[in-house]
T-cell receptor
Framework: DADVTQTPRNRITKTGKRIMLECSQT?????MYWYRQDPGLGLRLIYY???????NKGEISDGYSVSRQAQAKFSLSLESAIPNQTALYFC?????????????FGPGTRLTVT | GQQVMQIPQYQHVQEGEDFTTYCNSS?????IQWYKQRPGGHPVFLIQ?????EVKKQKRLTFQFGEAKKNSSLHITATQTTDVGTYFC????????????FGKGTTLSVSS
């Protein structure tokens, strides 16, 4: 089974709808992240969390919110979806070893807002 | 804010040719990481460099971190079709394992 899972894998929604993307991990990592990927723009950090009580905004948090329900679960919500939020969304985890922390990415959720 | 520039954005090579992508910053970086994303896939960690002038090799891949810790490169010798994908560099903005800022990536295509 995959260590980092995302649901749904694909979603088409309409402008103004509320949508939640979910991420679960079995790696036991404390740190979790949400990124969006747009063609030619690379990966941009939306939110990150170091533990259940710690949530931080990333580069592009406007229009998004998150919830860390447990160490293993980190959800991303779009309160009122708009077309320019159409993108590929990745969840990631990491385990800080004191010298490095490689990030482990989920398979991604392709979101289309019409 | 602090960011890294990657060049080129796209590169097409014939199988067997070499390939290099560069990652440049205007400020000193504490470390640099490299990721590979295959078409339709997710980013996968390749390596982290932390020391000035560091060079690391993984089979046909050679990673370098500049002396001033402001640039890095990834060189692939004798490319293969399995090397196809997008290569990203990323740095830890605040150190201490906070959050990564990614470059826009270099997309490599290889024809046989």
């Amino acid at each position: 089974d995959a260590d980092v899972t995302q649901t749904p894998r694909n979603r088409i929604t309409k402008t103004g709808k509320r949508i939640m993307l979910e991420c679960s991990q079995t790696k036991g990592h404390d740190r979790m992240y949400w990124y969006r990927q747009d063609p030619g723009l690379g990966l941009r950090l939306i939110y990150y969390s170091f533990d259940v009580k710690d949530i931080n905004k990333g580069e592009i948090s406007d229009g998004y919110s998150v919830s860390r329900q447990a160490q293993a679960k980190f959800s991303l919500s779009l309160e009122s979806a708009i077309p320019n939020q159409t993108a590929l969304y990745f969840c990631a985890t990491s385990d800080w070893t004191g010298t490095k922390y490689e990030q482990y990415f989920g398979p991604g959720t392709r979101l289309t807002v019409t | 804010g602090q960011q890294v520039m990657q060049i080129p954005q796209y590169q097409h090579v014939q199988e067997g040719e070499d390939f290099t992508t560069y990652c440049n910053s205007s400020t000193t970086l504490s470390n640099i990481q490299w990721y590979k994303q295959r078409p339709g896939g997710h980013p996968v960690f390749l390596i982290q460099l932390v020391k000035s002038g560091e060079v690391k090799k993984q089979k046909r891949l050679t990673f370098q971190f500049g002396e001033a810790k402001k640039n890095s490169s990834l060189h692939i010798t004798a490319t293969q079709t399995t090397d196809v994908g997008t290569y990203f560099c990323a740095f830890d903005r605040y150190q201490a394992g906070t959050a990564l800022i990614f470059g826009k990536g270099t997309t490599l295509s290889v024809s046989s």
